[in-house]
């Protein structure tokens, strides 16, 4: 049977099209291997099947194959919070488990499955298909290394700091909108809080046990992060997977979709020219210019980010 590698993006535009590439760069490397994305569809936000990006992507790239799941229905939802946001990125792969597992055990049938890359928010599918088939599991951290040592820092936090948000009289900062006292916060919003709290605890510690972390990065942009992952920093008490620094992965493709506000091409001008000609610009000139050469350098033939693709898929073969 033909090898596959199935991906299984969390549905928040930026993650899914980052898996996409992350897809594109392993057939690319691997020309024999094939590669499944599973796709699940959050309700309020329909998956852009007209999108050139993904109309096009059978042709362009006629070993990806997509594969959208039934939709499922997420508990309703009584305020807007964002809080409310987050966790449904992490409810819908809940729901969907079943569904996934279905999925799988279709997929066996024609495919030899020779690993699952699930995004950090699907960390409910990692238990669920792990008890049920014998497939390694890996996750994907769609951003950097910075923020992904201080996502696994957080089981050793959770035992240091044993009050709950309410009892820690602490100020929350609200996105800059308005400050309000822990010791304030209204009972809803603090039961939230923790829920979503706790889907990021979970995931830190589910993160651990994988066969290994695929980040959106390279070692030579972000390697005190990385050396303080390697080196057990994070979380001393727990062994850490194999790590593959195969970014920085951009949808350069990305277009502007209908009803979507992005930022003008001349409000882009403007600012473009202001970091042209102040003196204001010139570092950050200096430092876009060297993250840009080194993002580049790692991307290249030889590159740290070819390398540890190389030895992602060599670790598939293991598997």
Known sequence: ?????????????GHLFCMVELGKQIVKHHPSISVTIIISTLPTEPFPVDDPYFSTLPTTYPSITLIHLPKVSLPPITSFSPLDFVASFFELPELSNTNLHQTLLNLSKSFNIKALIIDFFCSAAFEFVSSRHNIPIYFFFTSGASGLSAFLHLPVLDKIFTKSLKDLDVIIDLHGIFKIPSKAMPAAICDRSHKVYRYFLDTAKLMMKSAGIVINTSELLEHRALQAIQEGKCDPNEPVPPLFCVGPLVALALREAEGEQFVTAPELEERL??????????????????????????????GSSCVAMAKLLDSFKKG
Do not use: F
């Open 273 to 302: 020219i202001e970091l042209m000609n102040s003196k204001k610009g010139e570092a950050v000139r200096e430092s876009v210019l060297k993250l840009s050469e080194d993002a580049a350098a790692a991307k290249s033939d030889g």
């Open 1 to 13: 049977m033909e090898d596959t590698i199935v991906l299984y993006p969390s549905p928040g535009r």
